[in-house]
T-cell receptor, first 113, second 114 residues
Framework: GENVEQHPSTLSVQEGDSAVIKCTYS??????FPWYKQELGKRPQLIID?????GEKKDQRIAVTLNKTAKHFSLHITETQPEDSAVYFC????????????FGTGTRLQVTL | NAGVTQTPKFQVLKTGQSMTLQCAQD?????MYWYRQDPGMGLRLIYY???????DKGEVPNGYNVSRLNKREFSLRLESAAPSQTSVYFC?????????????FGSGTRLTVV
């Protein structure tokens, strides 16, 4: 099955700096890669996703890049703000009938003032 | 719309007790999932249901059973709870398409087995 590795497990940045979280996946058949943000005590929520026919996608201060050859994808957050503090999960999807997502182990991002 | 509703939000069980976690979605999604979340281990798939009438094991199914009661509802049952099942449980749903839809998660159930 699919295996997703995520790094770093914790990340501390100063407000206004950029943050980058990286993930690798094992199955070259995977072709959908969403990112979720989970605030303390809350449910994970989808913040951005990318499909395998696209190399980069942006949405305001967040962007995701995908390198299919190397089987890795990254989340970039620019001009970080305290409300960006949360746990971020990457995921990869194998094509198939159930659209199962395999998640990374998460990155705890702390944005300090 | 409520989205995905899970009950209960919190539960404490004694070892050996049984319970059922309930999940319902009102988005007419075909696929539903149960994940558990443990510190440092991300979200791990317990069971899923690709469509009404079908269920399949995920990565960590031991000690659990599921029922897809209808298109809206997907329940998770612990027959004999163990301390190792202490976790936060999330139900999720998505459209059944060949690729490319994220999940909508419920608010989670925090389960403690003592």
């Amino acid at each position: 099955g699919e295996n997703v590795e995520q790094h770093p497990s914790t990340l501390s940045v100063q407000e206004g700096d950029s943050a980058v979280i990286k993930c690798t996946y094992s199955d070259s058949a995977s072709n959908y890669f969403p990112w979720y943000k989970q605030e303390l005590g809350k449910r994970p929520q989808l913040i951005i996703d990318i499909r395998s026919n696209v190399g980069e996608k942006k949405d305001q201060r967040i962007a995701v890049t995908l390198n299919k050859t190397a089987k890795h994808f990254s989340l970039h957050i620019t001009e970080t703000q305290p409300e960006d503090s949360a746990v971020y999960f990457c995921a990869a999807q194998l094509t198939g009938t159930a659209s199962k997502l395999t998640f990374g182990t998460g990155t705890r991002l702390q944005v300090t003032l | 719309n409520a989205g995905v509703t899970q009950t209960p939000k919190f539960q404490v069980l004694k070892t050996g007790q049984s319970m059922t976690l309930q999940c319902a979605q009102d988005m007419n999604h075909n696929s539903m999932y149960w994940y558990r979340q443990d510190p440092g281990m991300g979200l791990r798939l317990i069971y899923y249901s690709a469509s009404e009438g079908t269920t399949d094991k995920g990565e960590v199914p031991n000690g659990y059973n599921v029922s897809r009661l209808n298109k809206r509802e997907f329940s998770l049952r612990l027959e004999s709870a163990a301390p190792s099942q202490t976790s936060v449980y999330f139900c999720a749903s998505s459209e059944l398409v060949s690729v490319g839809y994220g999940y909508t998660f419920g608010s989670g159930t925090r389960l403690t087995v003592v």
